[in-house]
C-alpha cells in the first residue's frame, strides 16, 4: 500500500506541474458514463461496480463477474435526440477465473450535419444539389485487463487491479479526424460490507492529434468566409481521480439489499465550476444508493454535479446557491437478462434537460454451478453446508 500511495503522489505532483501548458474539458463525451446502473447512481461506482461495465467505471471490477461471458448495451439520446450516445462492452474471464479480459466501445456523435462549403454559390444564389451532409462522431476503445492480488493472510480482505489501453478516434466528416491512446489504471479492496476503489483515467496523460484533410477549394472558401484555415491541432489530457467508498447494510443473506457508494473526482487540468476548485485541481462529489429484492428488482437513487452559482436576483453578484444534478433509475433482472433504467441530465440547471436511459445486460454461461474464488460468501456458505450434511445423511442410509 505505500507504493500506491506513492505511485498516486508522484502522478499528482507531474499532473500539476502540467496544468498551465493544458486546457480543461478536453474529450468530456468520455466522462459521461455508461450503463443505466451507474448513471442512475450519479456515476457512484469504482468501488462498487462488479459487471461487464467495469471496464469503463473501473477495470478492477471485471474480477468479480461470475458469467462465463457478459455483454453489455447502452443507448442514449441528448439535445432533442441530436446527439447519440452508444456503448458495447464485453467481459470474460479466463479458464483460471483469476484473470479477466474485457472489450469497451463509446461512441458519441451528431449525424446529418450539413455541410455548406458548397451550398453558397458566388452570384449568392443557393444550389440544393451542393447541400451535403456529415457526421461528427467521438469514439473510443478500451482493451481491458484485470486479475485478483493475494497481499493479505486475512481473507476477508480482497484486492483486485485492472488497466485499460485506451484509444481515441474522433471524426468531422471528411473534413477532420483525430487519433489518440492513453492507459487508465484502477484497484478495489473489499474488507466485509465494505468497498473501497480508486480509478485513475489518462495516468501517462492522453494526447490527441488531429489532421485536417482540406482540399484547395475547402480554403479558398474558408478564406473568403473569414474562418481560420487549421494545419495541426493536439489536445491534452491530464490525469483523472476517482476515489469511492461504499458498503453494504444488510446481512448477505437477507432477501433485502441496501448499498450506498460516496466518489470524489479529482481533475488536475485546473479550475472546473465544481463544488470545491482551484487553479491547480478541482474535486467533484458525488453519491449513489442501490436497494434491491431477491437480486432481482433493483431501485437506485444519486445526486451529482454538485456546484455553488451566482444567483440571478443578486445585482451585486456576491450570493450565491448549491444547484445538484439528480438521477434515478430501476433495474429488473429476469434469468441471465438484465434491464436497467435511469432518468437523468446532461447539465446541472434550474431547468436542466433530462434524458431517459435503458441499458442491457446478457449473462451466458456453458457450465452449471460454476465455482468461482470469492463465490462462497457468507450468503451461500450455509447452503453448501446444509447440502454437504445432507449428501452424508444419504450416504449413511444408502449403506444401511
Known amino acids: 500500500m505505500r507504493r500506491i500511495s506513492t505511485l498516486l503522489f508522484c502522478m499528482l505532483a507531474v499532473s500539476f506541474c502540467a496544468v498551465a501548458q493544458t486546457r480543461i474539458y478536453v474529450n468530456e463525451y468520455l466522462n459521461i458514463g455508461v450503463g443505466a446502473r451507474g448513471l442512475g447512481m450519479a456515476g457512484a461506482q469504482s468501488a462498487t461496480v462488479d459487471d461487464v461495465t467495469s471496464g469503463y467505471w473501473n477495470p478492477a471490477g471485471m474480477t468479480q463477474v461470475k458469467n462465463d461471458f457478459e455483454v453489455g448495451l447502452m443507448h442514449a439520446e441528448y439535445f432533442s435526440g441530436n446527439a447519440k450516445y452508444d456503448y458495447a462492452a464485453g467481459v470474460m474471464p479466463l479458464k483460471d477465473s483469476n484473470h479477466v479480459v474485457g472489450l469497451s466501445i463509446l461512441r458519441f456523435a451528431i449525424d446529418d450535419i450539413p455541410n455548406t462549403i458548397d451550398y453558397v454559390q458566388p452570384d449568392g444564389s443557393f444550389d440544393e444539389s451542393k447541400l451535403k451532409s456529415m ?45 489518440g491512446a492513453g492507459i487508465d489504471a484502477g484497484i478495489q479492496t473489499s474488507y466485509k460490507q465494505w468497498r473501497f476503489g480508486i480509478m485513475a483515467k489518462d495516468i501517462t496523460t492522453t494526447y490527441t492529434a488531429w ?27 491530464l490525469p483523472r481521480f476517482n476515489f469511492g467508498f461504499g458498503r453494504y447494510f444488510m446481512h448477505p443473506d437477507q432477501k433485502i439489499q441496501v448499498m450506498a457508494e460516496l466518489d470524489v473526482d479529482l481533475t488536475t487540468d485546473g479550475m472546473r465550476n465544481t463544488l470545491i476548485n482551484s487553479k491547480y485541481a478541482s474535486l467533484d462529489p458525488h453519491m449513489g444508493i442501490e436497494a434491491s429484492y431477491k437480486n432481482t428488482i433493483f431501485l437506485r437513487l444519486g445526486i451529482g454535479n454538485i456546484q455553488r452559482v451566482l444567483d440571478d436576483k443578486d445585482t451585486t453578484n456576491q450570493k450565491k446557491y448549491t444547484i445538484y444534478q439528480p438521477s434515478a433509475g430501476l433495474g429488473v433482472k429476469i434469468k441471465g437478462l438484465m434491464i436497467d433504467y435511469a432518468f437523468t441530465s446532461l447539465q446541472a440547471q434550474a431547468s436542466p434537460l433530462y434524458t431517459h436511459i435503458i441499458s442491457l445486460r446478457l449473462d451466458v454461461n456453458r457450465k452449471k454451478n460454476k465455482q468461482y474464488w470469492g463465490q462462497a460468501t457468507e450468503e451461500n456458505a450455509p447452503v453448501e453446508e446444509h447440502r454437504s450434511k445432507r449428501t452424508k445423511k444419504q450416504k449413511n442410509e444408502k449403506g444401511n
Open 211 to 237: 489532421s485536417f484533410h482540406l482540399s484547395d477549394h475547402d480554403k479558398v472558401v474558408f478564406g473568403n468566409t473569414g474562418n481560420e484555415i487549421p494545419v495541426k491541432s493536439y489536445e491534452v489530457m
Open 135 to 179: 457526421t461528427a462522431g467521438d469514439y473510443a476503445f478500451l482493451l481491458s485487463y484485470a486479475q485478483r492480488l493475494k497481499l493479505f493472510k486475512d481473507e476477508s480482505v480482497r484486492t483486485n487491479i485492472g488497466a485499460n489501453v485506451k484509444i481515441i478516434y474522433r471524426q468531422l466528416g471528411s473534413l477532420a479526424h483525430a487519433w
